[in-house]
């Protein structure tokens, strides 16, 4: 079985194909290197961007201003981002997603693009547990499962290798100092930093000392996408509507400071991720879901981000039926994905995807890969024979 190091070691030359390395073991990308994306917690759009901390580090990136959350609560949202659909789930409980269900560890792994998730507090690789008391000693519970999606897919927890992938900010640190940070990189911090225990200010000033080392000019070798984004709305009377930034290196100088007006959900993290690294799709949400524009911008060969023609209609604050639907009469069996689909990385779906669903390729699903929304209370998600 390969070490978690194994996909940071030396590989072939850099070749212009996904899933070839470079001598560093980088598979390149069309806009970039790596994504790290950076979770906080629960705050209504209007108020963060009148901080003062996020304001400076917008001057050194881009605001997607139209940038919406999935539902609420928190967990769902999570999800969303690994699974390309949160499956009806309305709360923020204990939960298992059967190991049928794909994730992006699945359309990475199979391009080689390296991955590791960093949970500040977790106590150990891989741990499982509902909560961990970490390092703000006030016994507020600094670690919680369930802003950390990766250990409630069967898929990432039946597999031990990808277990020692889920780790601590510790880990971070020593793996950034040794300047073997993983190509895709998934960060939640504890729950005062991230600002669901604490304020938004707090959270802000977390954000802009914890983001300094990582913005400087020499941080990394490779060209480094980091996204700051909120998990959710506080509102929940309102459109989902939150503020994400995009930092780094991969952000060309000429737009650093702008406002891209491009309408986004979390499961245009899986879409920008698929384009970048020409990777399969996972035949769910993912498909359809805008591109970010300073990705497509720079790669070029993509034209296809639009408006979902429903977007007015949809809040995005209610949670629609689903597997994970606490609700008795809102439970509903986990669809099958589209399996006809063509992804933003002009690949079709996972190839051990349709292995694993192929007998239920011509059962209705609601993936038909028009970027529609989808929520519980004004546009339930249609259910119809995929098209060929």
Known sequence: MKQFLSLLALGATWFDVAGAKDSKGI???????????????????????????IADLKRRGVLLDRYYAQTHPSQPNYLAALGGDYFGCNHDDFLRIPEKVFTITDLLESRNVSWAAYMEDMPGPGFMGDYSDGSTGNGGWDYVRKHNPFVSYDSITNDGERLLRILSFDDFQRDFAARRVPQFVFMTPNMMNDGHNS???????????????????????ERTLIMLTFDESET???????????????????????????????????????YNWQLPNLGRYDVGANVFHFAADTGGGYR???????????????????FLHNETDKHRPIPPPNLNLVGAGGQGVLEAI?????????KSTP??????????????????????
């Open 354 to 362: 349709k292995n694993a669903w192929r007998a239920d390729k011509g």
């Open 27 to 53: 598979v390149p990308g069309k806009a970039f290197e790596r994504i790290i994306t950076i979770w906080l917690e629960n705050q209504d759009f209007a108020k963060v961007v009148l901080d003062s901390n």
């Open 199 to 221: 304020t938004l200010q707090a959270a802000a000033e977390w954000s802009h000392k914890f983001l300094q080392p990582l913005l400087a000019d020499n941080a990394f070798d």
């Open 236 to 274: 929940y009377e309102e459109p989902n509507h939150i503020v994400t930034l995009l930092l780094g290196t991969a952000i060309r100088p000429v737009i650093k400071g702008t406002d891209d007006h491009t309408f986004y959900t979390h499961y245009s993290i899986l879409s920008t991720v698929e």
């Open 367 to 388: 993936y038909d890969g028009s970027g529609r929304l989808y929520d519980g209370v004004k546009v339930l998600p249609i259910h119809k024979a995929p098209t060929p």
């Open 304 to 322: 296809d981000n639009k408006d979902p023609e429903n977007a007015a209609a949809v809040d995005n604050s209610v949670s629609y039926p689903g």
